[in-house]
């Protein structure tokens, strides 16, 4: 599929639409101008809005977390994921679609392949505040066919999403703070949020090795979204377990979670002397819609562990 749809960013200077003959410089009718960084991402942070030097997360984060899920242990939240936005689509459906929060891309990149699979005609719009996890992002992009017309990969705040008023038509947000307020400027009326967060049982061996007493928590992303005009149209848990086989691999999993700063040092050595470990993935996906009246076919979503 080679067919590209149109941009919808904007500047973030004026908000003014941005526009580009080559796809590497991008410029505004205000002549603000953004040129695309040799890696393949363009950068609409800009430096006042930057709460530090370098915000969001680094490159050992970025590098464990491309790691670990490389190595296939989280696909079955992938296939997940790309089952529900498949499944909300009619034939034939272009899309536009952002995922915030993207971080090295490996959910992005396997959606964008599984609409492509499905000839759904789409542009996906990966965006991270962390310019390590976006760099690691586009070298993951560039290995897919026909990736600059299909894949955009973009520094900005998830709070101030750098794109036209109501021009997307999907919003995805696994495992990242939820900004809904920013969801409903972006998104068309008829557009949809997907979310994915830890369930009860999610990496309760690893925190059973942390912590002394270990408190069942989960984040429900209901209500603060019904809060801001969504309403809930598709919830789907996902449990299974994984097997990490070297204390490598735990460490790589140890750094993709707030364990890492929230576990003592002294836990942490004791969980990183391990050389395996069996850790319940315990997720839950919600679709929410600006419009109570949506419905969705839900009966394919199972994914089979």
């Not at 735990?250 to 979670?257: A, E, F, P």
Request: net charge negative; glycine share 4%.
């Amino acid at each position: 599929m080679t067919q590209a749809l149109p941009s919808q960013l904007i500047c973030p200077v004026c908000r003014e639409p941005l526009s580009s003959d080559d796809h590497k410089h991008w410029r505004c009718d205000n002549n603000h101008s953004f040129d695309r960084a040799r890696q393949g991402y363009l950068n609409l942070l800009l430096a006042h809005k930057k709460r530090s030097k370098s915000p969001g997360d680094g490159a050992d984060m970025v590098d464990a977390r491309q790691r670990l899920l490389d190595s296939g242990v989280y696909q079955p939240i992938s296939e997940l994921l790309n089952k529900a936005v498949n499944n909300s689509l009619v034939a034939d459906q272009s899309l536009q679609l952002c995922d915030v929060g993207c971080g090295e891309g490996y959910y992005t990149t396997r959606l964008s392949q599984s609409l492509s699979n499905s000839q759904h005609t789409h542009r996906v719009y990966g965006v991270d505040i962390s310019k390590d996890a976006v760099r690691a992002a586009a070298r993951r992009g560039k290995q897919l066919e026909a990736a600059n017309n299909q894949l955009e990969w973009l520094v900005a705040s998830g709070a101030d999403l750098p794109f036209q008023q109501h021009s997307l038509d999907h919003i995805c947000c696994l495992f990242t703070r939820l900004m809904p307020e920013g969801f409903s400027k972006v998104l068309r009326p008829e557009g949809q949020v997907f979310t994915i967060n830890t369930g009860l049982g999610h990496l309760r061996e690893m925190r059973e090795i942390l912590y002394p007493q270990v408190k069942d928590s989960c984040f429900n992303p209901t209500r603060v979204m019904e809060d801001n005009g969504f309403f809930c149209v598709n919830e789907q848990p996902l449990s299974y377990t994984i097997e990490l086989t070297s204390s490598e691999q735990i460490h790589d999993l140890l750094l993709m979670t707030p364990h890492v700063w929230k576990a003592s040092q002294e836990a942490r050595d004791r969980l990183l002397a391990r050389e395996n470990l069996t850790v319940t993935i315990d997720v839950v996906l919600h679709q929410f819609a600006q419009n109570p009246s949506a419905t969705q076919n839900t009966s394919d979503l199972n994914v089979d562990q």
